[in-house]
């Protein structure tokens, strides 16, 4: 075995690690600890994908002396080091990026305590890519949805620990619902492992034993990720989580949390159900379904917004619909196109999130839309890179939103009966979208009444700059070179359905 | 006018959701939860609710009532085709259980084949609960710690403890036999019921009943913020690093140091017993912790 191999197994057991050690450091050593930690798990990461290339199968990397069906297992392919490689980098971003927010939202006593939150959630989302076991991913879900609410109520605003209060009442009925399902799985298959829980749900589907607690089983798991992750009608949590905390956590919270959930939801769909007893199921037409509407309800939302926060948080629960659409359209395709939106979301709206925190501190700390009237030329940098977030939202050619939208039409083209209710939402979604972020940038690009203004340099925000940049630029890197990100991921879901 | 708690507010907020939140001091960071607030004295709540949304008000606990018993039917409905409690040729009884059972105690030296499958076969998954309990501890203290303003305990409450005589001299009686026996089903957890998780509840709560009745004082020399913290770092920094070693090892088809040696011993069972431990003393300090920070906010 590759030393690389090795290297999923040192990602989670380092930031949990650092999570621990975050926890008696003071707050600036915790921060560069996690800042750390996430450039070396992003490196590790490209390594583990360099051997998955080069191998070109997935490998099955057992957590002790016994192998499945046994003792607990780690699993990747072409995936699992792309996704958890992005994630860290994003997170690195948001971590770097919205510092100064942070320092502004929390108190310095406890400061540590929030690195060390973060780190827990690196290690949970590490652990949700990459776990081969069902059980290990419930209880990484765990870590993380107590993670979550941390890093959510460290504001100690009156609306944020509402605001965490909801979230966490969805989150953990999204968890019961996933351990119930577990539990019906477990009591009908005997097994926690997915390779031994994909045959067995195969030849049960075949054999139509246990019917009705398989379909409940599969129900259980979806409908408790996809509240998790903030599906419509279970999106209403989303404004005021991502609306009122502080925007580094709203860039992990939206951009990679819910992601972590969708992108275990996948793994399950192709190694615990297996593709045709999952399409088979009628969970797919749901998924389809909901959506479909959430992308259509989720932007109506946003339009009627006047808080720049919370219309990019409604915006949001329309991108998660785009996401689950694609889930619903297609196994192979669809699934493609949904792990690019994925991927695209992920990158897009932690710029946005930190951004728009810039533009409203250079409007007085107002988050209307009437008062962030020129902002952007009162900072040229935070502008800009909501620009580009802006423009990949509506999907405009030459960012990944464009490429994403682009694979979820082709998706339609496949599936015959999906066709036109696909395109007619594609169409109306991004009529909304354009909407809201056009009037958006219109408004913080809008010079009347502006006056001379002195614009905050560069120099005074290298870290939000670097984090902007970084972000802003692969977003539209991948989104003029799309091609080799898209064959990554046709190959990576090829290796997942095995 | 007097300061609002969270919980007025919350209510404050709840009651006029659709109207009013526009208005309230929601912005305002909360500081502290005051016990002795007199709910007479808060200003009238507004009432703007119209129409639509007082009926949706009544229809709603109806609505989602209804929903529950719904899922609850679907849910029993599954219950009713699963295999009976207890039946022998029930899924779960297959080659993993039966490994578990019947090689357990030879592969991972460990008599009691609870500790041995959560912390040989599937110690991963433990490895992650014990950090769900660090986790749950640093969210506690997020919400909870008070570090500018400390706040005493409740005078009235101390001094009727403080005064109690059957409290203390049964806590003086049991504490020493509870911490006991708390720490022999840690250390027992290889070798019969128990383990970290059971043992450190019971030290945990031993730790508690001797706060109540002696104060928090005199419990500070032996556990205080900075000590829970060392404690919390030691073990799960050992938890960590210890697995990790042996995942690395089995992974690599390596030889660890560690040996099951003879079933039974008390020195057996390879990495269990220390991490046993490890996992005790966590949860022991974790117990404890949350009764204090809850009682005071602080530790």
């Known amino acids: ?498 | 006018m007097k300061k609002q708690t969270i919980f007025d507010r919350l209510r404050r907020w709840d009651e006029s959701e659709f109207d009013l939140t526009d208005a309230l001091p929601l912005e305002e960071p909360v500081r502290r939860i005051e016990p002795d607030l007199d709910r007479d004295a808060l200003p009238p709540i507004p009432r703007l609710e119209h129409g639509g949304v007082r009926t949706f008000r009544r229809l709603y606990p109806w609505m989602a009532g209804l929903l529950a018993l719904v899922l609850v039917g679907f849910l029993l409905l599954a219950v009713l085709e699963l295999p009976a409690f207890g039946s022998a040729d029930a899924p779960a009884h297959n080659e993993v259980m039966a490994r578990y059972v019947g090689q357990g105690t030879e592969e991972t030296g460990a008599v009691n084949t609870v500790a041995g499958v959560i912390l040989d076969y599937r110690a991963f998954d433990t490895l992650g609960e014990s950090h769900v309990l660090f986790t749950a501890a640093a969210a506690v203290l997020i919400l909870l710690l008070t570090a500018t303003h400390v706040q005493e305990e409740p005078r009235r409450i101390r001094d009727i403890m403080e005064r109690d005589p059957i409290l203390r001299n049964t806590a003086k009686v049991l504490t020493p036999v509870i911490l006991l026996f708390g720490f022999y089903v840690i250390l027992n957890g290889h070798l019969g019921p128990g383990g970290g998780f059971a043992g450190g509840a019971i030290v945990g709560s031993g730790l508690i009943l001797c706060a109540i009745a002696f104060g928090f004082e005199r419990l500070e020399r032996l556990l205080n913020y900075k000590s829970y913290c060392r404690i919390l770092v030691c073990c799960l920094g050992f938890y960590s690093l210890a697995k990790c070693y042996s995942f690395y090892c089995g992974a690599n088809g390596l030889e660890t140091i560690f040996s099951a040696g003879t079933p039974g011993r008390i020195l057996s069972a390879g990495l269990i017993l220390p991490l046993n431990v490890a996992v005790g003393l966590v949860v022991g300090c974790t117990m404890y912790g949350f009764y204090a920070v809850f009682q005071r906010g602080r530790i």
């Open chain 1, 1 to 498: 075995m590759s030393f690389a191999a090795n290297f999923p197994l040192f990602c989670i057991v380092l930031a949990l690690l650092c999570a621990v050690v975050s926890g008696v450091l003071r707050w600036r050593a915790a921060a560069i600890l996690t800042e750390v930690m996430a450039a070396a798990v992003a490196v590790m990461s490209a390594f583990v994908l360099a051997l998955a290339l080069r191998t070109g199968q997935s490998t099955s990397y057992p957590m002790g002396h016994f192998p499945h069906p046994w003792g607990n297992e780690l699993r990747f392919g072409i995936l699992e080091p792309l996704v958890s490689g992005v994630f860290s980098l994003v997170l690195l971003c948001c971590v770097v990026g919205g510092r100064k927010a942070l320092n502004r939202d929390t108190e310095p006593e406890k400061r540590n305590l929030y690195f060390s939150m973060v780190d827990l959630i690196q290690a949970s989302l590490l652990a949700l890519v990459y776990t081969n076991d069902l059980f290990t991913g419930y209880v990484f879900i765990e870590i993380c949805t107590i993670a979550a609410c941390g890093i959510l109520m460290i504001r100690q605003l009156g609306r944020t620990t509402l605001a965490s209060v909801r979230y966490m009442i969805f989150s953990l009925l999204g968890s019961g619902l996933f351990i119930l399902g577990i539990v019906y799985l477990y009591s009908i298959t005997g097994h926690l492992l997915m390779p031994e829980l994909k045959q067995s749900v195969g030849e049960l589907w075949q054999s139509g034993q246990y019917r009705t607690p398989l379909r409940t089983a599969i129900a259980l798991i979806t409908l408790g990720l996809c509240i998790k992750s903030g599906l419509f009608p279970f999106h209403f949590w989303m404004p005021d989580t991502y609306g009122y905390s502080t925007p580094c956590s709203a860039g992990i919270l939206s951009g990679l949390v819910s992601k972590g959930y969708i992108f275990l939801l996948i793994k399950i769909i192709f190694d615990v159900f297996g593709t045709e007893v999952f399409y088979a199921s009628g969970m797919q037409t749901v998924l389809y379904v909901f959506g479909v509407a959430g992308m259509v309800f989720g932007s109506i939302s946003a339009m009627r917004e006047n808080d720049i926060f919370r219309m990019i948080a409604y915006s949001s629960a329309a991108q998660i619909g785009y996401i689950y659409m694609g889930i619903g359209l297609s196994p192979r395709l669809g699934i493609v196109a949904a792990l690019f939106h994925t991927l695209t979301h992920a990158l897009t709206k932690p710029a946005l999130f930190l951004s728009a925190s810039r533009l409203s501190e250079v409007s007085g700390g107002s988050k209307r839309f009437k008062d962030l009237q020129g902002s952007a030329h009162k900072n040229h940098a935070a502008g800009a890179a909501f620009a580009v977030g802006s423009l990949s939202m509506i999907g405009l050619p030459l960012t990944m939103g464009f490429i994403a939208k682009y694979l979820f039409a082709l998706a339609a083209f496949r599936e015959e009966r999906f066709l036109i209710p696909t395109l007619l939402a594609l169409a109306i979604s991004t009529v909304l979208n354009t909407f809201y972020f056009a009037r958006t940038l219109i408004r913080v690009y809008n010079t009347r009444d502006l006056g001379a203004v002195k614009p905050v340099g560069l120099g005074s925000q290298k870290r939000f700059a670097a984090a902007g940049a970084l972000l802003a630029g692969l977003n539209i890197f991948f989104g003029v070179i799309a091609q080799p990100l898209i064959d990554l991921l046709t190959r990576g879901v090829a290796l997942l359905a095995g």
